[in-house]
DNA sequence: TATAGTTGTCTATATCAATAGACAAGTCAT
DNA sequence: ATGACTTGTCTATTGATATAGACAACTATA
């Protein structure tokens, strides 16, 4: 982000439904991921922030605690603030959309947990997206995928329950879509197309990705196909926008 | 957004950092882009909605309270609340992103507002990022892409002032990217590479956006190149997230 | 060992956010 | 006209948010 560069003198509102510690809070971070807050070096002091913010030093410290909580700050008395966290991850969105070698060099360990999984009818939105019959029996995998430990995403994905009967333990045995639709004979698939958002994260987000309240999410909603164009996949994902960035590539 | 198939029960958070108003009236965006509250129909009564989310009818008062003043419902004493926006613009992004040519179809009038220009000195990041050398001069040109007379984009662009001088009178006269790099022999041009991520609009976004306070807005950074792979251009751009949608397009 | 600079804790006060209940005022169908 | 249903307004109370000031506790360094 490029905060330092643009960022002018106000960036900072009162009475908006959002609390002042809250914004606070969330310029630190951006601050951090922008390098602005350079990573194990102490913060500048609260009353620098105080005023640097134009807010009272208590509500800085509001800010600061919620983010001491959070594991991305650590206070030592006498000493200062310090930034532990790094940045964000940065996730790759293309055609060949992966998880696992998306974020190949950036983290050493990272797989997908299946949180639980379903036989639902397909609503009308999903028989669309996947071009089967309203109603024909879906499956539908809730899952979480991790980074060094830490969740970065949280995704919701549906297919066929015919052509994909069981995928639900391949993905629990594999830890990995990709080889999951390998047993079922997809051995490429492209991502036809992706919509991007961004809200506030619910309750749910909260505990699935670890985050803290008023955290923003970004959640993109994809098709998956086959070489040959047939949808095989429809997923839709939520990232922690103060943890993840996500990276367009072009054509591949 | 696909809100309505995954809402699951909880969804409200208390004591965020976040007002529980605005959540709701965050919720109710949803709603409506979603297609759950439709176009020009009546929200559910204040208690229904109140008891559907757990609170006070006064707060889902002053959510309702926050989105008329925004423009998006009407309240009629006797009758009930309506809803009087549209659904989310879907903004293409891909190799040939295009302001103008991409929302076609979907407004009938739009174009891009040149706020203002100035020269500076590159810092590390746009020199960077434009393959020039650190603090040779670059233009910066503030915009604002309006459809339909709103406002749906706020852009920070930034051009290499040697080899496109004056540039900003010809943003002005034209009111388009495309056609201005055109007077520069630049008839076609690609984007490099796009990163995208989400936070809450700062007082300047507020302003220029037409949002209220504790809006969400996506950002991209992008850095687009000539066809033989030169960069050109290097943009910062903020789209408010409860009007605007991004869609990634795969190839071209 | 002073001293400056930092985080931590305490008290007090004012405003905002949220809940609760009651009733007024308007609309609509019967 | 009546009654059911809706939004609008008012009062009261509680807890969270934000400001203000003072001082304690700790760290580093001169």
Redesign the pocket.
Known sequence: MGAKLIERASSIER???V????QIADKILQGIASGDFTENA??P????LAERY???R??V??A?AALVQEGVLK???????FVLSRKRLSYPIGARTRFSSGLQGQTTERHIALLSSSTEPASRRIAEALSIARGSSVIRLETRGEADGHPVSRATTWFDAKRFAGIETAMAETGSITASLMRFGINDYLRRSTVLSARHADADDLVDLELQPGAIVLVTIAINVTMDGQPIQFAESRFPAERVELKLSAGD
């Open positions: 009475r908006n439904g609390s002042l510690w809250r102490a913060l002091p609260e009353v620098a134009g807010v009272n208590h509500t410290r509001s600061i206070a030592e008395q006498g000493r200062g603030t």
